[in-house]
């Protein structure tokens, strides 16, 4: 078995805890678990299972050259995690079982997109190890931005929600889960962006020493 391989049934461990532990049923009535549900489903497991598909049959930037562009990847993330976060959407995942599997699967599905667009993909050259770099620091940045306003919000957004974790209030509740955002969530796709900007430099630094 491959490194790789390794890698991506380490994710798929990762989901199974996620997804067959007690989170899903604590995301019911906490947001902080809602959010480390969110976290560890595109910061964590995503990541792993996006290095065990890339370059494979199911590197969805080698099939469809287009779709895994990772500036696209990363707008379309946006739209599905802010999608979910507005007080609507969210309220009726918690109600409603089936919407909490779409809720997942679109977490999963985005987080393999703009995971493997920025490692996967047809080819690692300067540029589209440039466009990964983009993509996964705008993730970052708007992961971050949601993760503060969570953090710093004065009301509760989130209403329906009651934290059954260490006596918090809704509202505690709610500006924790905007802080595992902000850490967990922000810093991942900033790690991911940098570790593609020390491969850059250095290809660059060895292109330039060539005669």
């Known amino acids: 078995m491959t490194g790789r391989a390794v890698i991506g049934l380490a994710g798929l461990g990762v ?26 489903v595109i910061a964590l497991a995503a990541p792993l299972i996006a290095v065990g598909l890339a370059a494979t049959g199911f590197d969805i930037g ?31 995942a918690r109600m409603h079982d089936s919407l909490m599997v ?34 996964l620091l705008l993730t970052s940045m708007h992961m971050t931005l949601l993760g503060v306003l969570l953090a ?5 957004l989130f209403a329906h929600t009651a934290s059954p974790w260490f006596g918090l209030s809704v509202l505690q509740d709610q500006q924790t889960g905007g802080v595992i955002m902000l850490v967990f969530g922000g810093v991942a796709y ?22």
């Open 15 to 40: 989901l199974a805890l996620c997804w067959l532990g007690p989170l899903p049923e604590l995301a019911n009535q906490s947001f902080s678990a809602h959010m480390l549900m969110h976290v560890l």
């Open 62 to 92: 080698s099939r469809i050259p287009w779709l895994g562009s990772p500036v696209l990847a990363s707008l379309i993330e946006l739209v599905v995690v802010w999608a979910w976060h507005t007080p609507r959407l969210h309220h009726l």
């Open 102 to 135: 779409a809720e997942q699967l679109s977490y999963l599905l985005v987080g393999l997109l703009i995971w493997l667009s920025a490692f996967g993909g047809p080819k690692q050259d300067s540029t589209r190890i440039a466009a990964g770099v983009a993509g």
């Open 152 to 156: 710093t919000a004065d009301r509760a």
């Open 190 to 211: 900033l790690v991911g962006a940098l570790y593609l900007l020390t491969r850059l430099l250095k290809d660059e630094g060895h292109a330039t020493q060539l005669p």
